[in-house]
Each structure stands twice: as structure tokens, then as C-alpha cells.
């Protein structure tokens, strides 16, 4: 599985901005996909992954806390590709976002496969 994530950019804070992750792979409508994201000086940190499910529901998402109620994490099997909408956007949210992707049965802490990321950067 190839990833492509795409739509980072500079924005200001409270705008919003949606980022894409185009996957290659026969079986991406399996795999369950995340957001991932690194601040300058910090550690890779969970955004927000959601499951395969052939019927869209709330349950097949998860967000950080700090991304909960702003951000809003989507796929459309038939174009192998997962989206982050991303509203209300602060400057704590600045950081490069990757996007990744986890094959059946892996752990929500260790991805399978990552995308190069694309940076995002709010402005106060």
C-alpha cells in the first residue's frame, strides 16, 4: 500500500483546511486509516483513525481529545481515499500530518504503512 497525502498549506487560525490521503492497493477498503501528526521539537502523535465498515457510523471513528469536536476523519472506498476536514483551526494545530494506513488486526499504535506527509501551518 502507497500513500499520498495532500492539502496541507498556511491558513489563520480559525479557518479550516481538508487534507487528502490517496491510497494504491486492491485491498484499502479493508484497511483501517489514520491521521498522525509531528510538531517541530515534538513526537509523532495520534489525530484520528477510522475503521473499514461497508455503512458509515460514529463508532468506526476515534480523535484526540485535542481534535475532538474540530476535526472529522472520512474515506471513500470507491476512490481509495481518506479525508480530514479540519475546522477551528488553532496554532497548536501547526505540524506536518500524515496520514497511515493499518492492516487488519494491527495494533492502533503501530501503523503498517505511512504516507510523506504534508504540512499544515496556522497562523495566529
Known amino acids: 500500500v502507497q500513500l499520498q497525502a495532500s492539502g496541507g498549506g498556511l491558513v489563520q487560525a480559525g479557518d479550516s483546511l481538508k487534507l487528502s490521503c490517496a491510497a494504491s492497493g486492491p485491498t484499502f477498503s479493508t484497511y483501517a486509516m489514520g491521521w498522525f501528526r509531528q510538531a517541530p521539537g515534538k513526537e509523532r502523535e495520534f489525530v484520528a483513525r477510522?475503521?473499514?465498515?461497508?455503512?458509515?457510523?460514529?463508532?468506526?471513528?476515534a480523535y484526540a481529545d485535542s481534535v475532538k469536536g474540530r476535526f472529522t476523519i472520512s474515506r471513500d472506498n470507491a476512490k481509495n481515499t481518506v479525508y480530514l476536514q479540519m475546522n477551528s483551526l488553532k496554532p497548536e494545530d501547526t505540524a506536518v500530518y500524515y496520514c497511515?494506513?493499518?492492516?487488519?488486526?494491527?495494533?492502533?499504535?503501530?501503523?503498517?504503512?505511512w504516507g510523506q506527509g504534508t504540512q499544515v501551518t496556522v497562523s495566529s
Open positions: 497511515a494506513a493499518y492492516r487488519p488486526g494491527s495494533s492502533w499504535s503501530t501503523p503498517d504503512y
Open positions: 477510522i475503521r473499514w465498515s461497508s455503512s458509515w457510523s460514529a463508532s468506526n471513528t
